[in-house]
């Protein structure tokens, strides 16, 4: 059949990812698995006396980084394996049998966080005089130290771990209604095609040239969401509680300040990144009056925000292509990490094809003394190319981590994730746009970079609003109905829209369809990484080596201090208001740039 996918072992080798680096044997995968088992058995031989001298506190550290390293690379390995063809059983048991070791592991090895947490400051000073090899373990010492005030005794943590699997209910509900169970009705287009409306396929549909088509799938789509308005709201509002849940039982004030705590990030830099959007709104209403313009509609709704306002940039990428590409693009980054990335291309680090079974989408995963892997789902297009170099910037951040950092301080925070992968985004960005020759890849550059703002600092921020104000709501004992979901929801998208969009009312009930509201306060995240991101890639085009050198520094860190301070090293203070701001400048000069076009 034309255009069907290859099985698996059809995919031409050099296009896969090399496993064997791994396990050349999966006996030696068994293996480890074993000794994760029995590793974790010996170190719950220490339980109750892990404050009795240095020598059984250092022997439960280097036991506890062993058997983690293992369960990592076991890990690792079994869900790379699956996701490299997702029908095939047997991979499908070996990662059953990898997370079911991890949890057994987890629930055995609870009690060490609360005996360290027991132990007084001068006895664990006497202990890492009496045994250096402690020393070794300090970022992880002081990470649980650090949340001291938070953790609970033995038996408490122990009964919080036990109601994990029940706190996931929500979550759970959410995606088995959003994935599996709620069904859309249908359109046809203009030749006649009936289409199934489908979560995958709402937003390839509303990038459709046919503005009633939009306005139909649009209708219908949102109109399913609002048939299920009070089960949507009763998830959330269950996913809220077991927050606040949590939250009180780990005596913090608020949820959100919970759920920051974990990745030691101060509130505050969560606060400036609201204040300066809301400061720079004018240039997301400038986009969207722009949009409405290059459109030519005399309303602009919302089933029109995903219609490309530049006809697509057809040219075609091939893998080798993009690879050269990618080379050029981060040539500004040094010789030493453009050798690691040819390394990467030659040593089959990466999965390039789609092929029958393949997970979807894009990711990178490392695996600690082996080197990062990169999951790709290439078909030729200019943002396959973005996406390979994206996941280039997190397999580099990866690599450099772990070959500056032991195990367990190469472990870099979610906070500065995106930090890497959305850097290698702009130098790529910039390369193209400085050698664009025909107007139209300017313009469609320059759209895309445009909707890179529009979807990663002002929607993710909206985002965040919702959470931070809904999360309020609760905590002040208002009930979360779908009214007043839907409601507050509204009132955030006319103010971020601005009066060149007319919102219509269905789109309150976009709330329902975001899974990343039961991820406890993640969203930020991508607005901050993406405006460090800015002031780093600007930073490397205009000072070269001298801004290099830091950044590089940054990438080595893993996790020995806290984000904001590793920030800090590559010339990014989010600690101000200064690098939101110049990275919504950024925004506003693109703005003015795509503004002056005239086709």
């Known amino acids: 059949m034309k255009g069907k996918l290859p099985l698996r072992e059809e995919v031409a080798q050099e296009m896969t990812w090399r496993l064997e680096d791994i396990y050349p044997d999966e006996a030696l995968w068994e293996e480890d ?43 690792g390995y079994s869900f790379m394996r699956q996701d490299q063809d997702t029908g095939n059983a047997h991979y ?38 009496e045994e250096s090899g402690i020393r070794d373990y300090a970022v992880t010492l002081r990470e649980i130290r650090r949340r001291k005030d938070h953790t609970l005794s033995g038996e408490m943590e122990a009964l919080l771990a036990s109601a994990g699997e029940m706190a996931q209910t929500a979550s759970n509900g959410f995606g088995m209604l959003s994935n599996a169970d709620l069904k859309f009705p249908s359109v046809t287009d203009r030749e006649g095609n009936e289409i199934q409306i489908s979560n995958g396929r709402f937003v390839p549909l509303q990038m459709s040239p046919d503005r009633e088509l939009r306005r139909e799938v649009f209708e219908k789509f949102y109109g399913r969401y609002s048939e299920f308005q009070n089960t949507w709201a009763a998830l959330y509002d269950g996913q809220v509680k077991q927050q606040i849940f949590y939250a009180r039982a780990r005596k913090y004030p608020s949820t959100f300040e919970a759920a920051v705590d974990g990745n030691n990030v101060d509130p505050a830099v969560c606060d400036r990144l609201i204040e300066s959007v809301h400061r720079k709104m004018d240039y997301m209403h400038r986009y969207v009056a722009l949009r409405r313009k290059m459109l030519g509609v005399d309303e602009l709704h919302m089933y029109d925000v995903y219609m490309p306002i530049v006809a697509d940039f057809d040219r075609k990428f091939t893998y080798e292509e993009a690879q050269d590409l990618s080379l050029k693009a981060l040539a500004p980054l040094g010789e030493e990490y453009l050798s690691v990335v040819r390394k990467a291309y030659e040593e089959r680090w990466i999965d390039v094809c789609e092929n029958e079974g393949k997970r979807s989408g894009a990711y990178s995963s490392g695996v600690y003394g082996v080197h990062p892997y990169m999951l790709l789902n290439y078909t030729e297009t200019l943002d396959d190319v973005f996406t390979l170099v994206h996941e280039m910037g997190h397999s580099m951040h990866t690599w450099y981590s772990e070959h500056a950092q032991s195990h ?15 850097t290698n985004e702009i130098l790529l960005l910039e390369y193209l746009l400085a050698r664009a020759e025909d107007p139209r890849e300017k313009a469609y550059l320059l759209n895309h970079y445009m909707e890179s703002f529009k979807g990663t600092v002002y929607r993710q921020t909206m985002f965040e609003e919702f959470e931070r104000r809904s999360n309020a709501m609760a905590e002040a004992g208002q009930p979360l109905t779908a009214g007043a979901l839907c409601d507050l929801y509204l009132e955030l998208n006319k103010e971020y829209f601005g009066p060149a969009m007319v919102s219509d009312p269905l789109i309150a009930y976009e709330w329902c369809r975001i899974p990343h509201f039961y991820y ?14 800015v002031a780093i890639a600007h930073r490397i085009l205009e000072q070269g080596e001298s801004a290099v050198k830091p950044y590089l520094e940054f990438l080595k860190s893993g996790c020995t201090q806290d984000p904001v301070s590793l920030l800090k090293i590559a010339g990014v203070d989010l600690s101000t208001s200064q690098p939101v701001d110049e990275a919504l400048d950024v925004f506003g000069d693109v703005v003015a740039q795509m503004e002056a076009f005239s086709f």
């Open 33 to 75: 698995l074993r000794q994760a088992r029995e590793i974790a058995s010996r170190i719950k031989g220490y339980k109750g006396q892990l404050g009795e001298n240095a020598g059984y506190l250092y022997t439960v550290l280097r036991l506890y980084d062993e058997c983690t390293l293992k369960l990592d690379r076991v890990g």
């Open 92 to 129: 499908q048991e070996l990662e059953l049998k990898a997370q079911s070791a991890a949890v057994r592991i987890s629930e055995e090895l609870a009690f060490i966080e609360p005996e360290i947490l027991a132990i007084p400051d001068e006895v664990l000073e006497r202990f890492c005089d």
């Open 408 to 422: 367990l301080n190469s472990r870099y925070k979610i906070f500065v994730a995106e930090v890497a992968s959305t």
């Open 520 to 533: 406890n306060f993640y969203v930020y995240q991508y607005a901050t990484s993406f405006s460090a991101a």
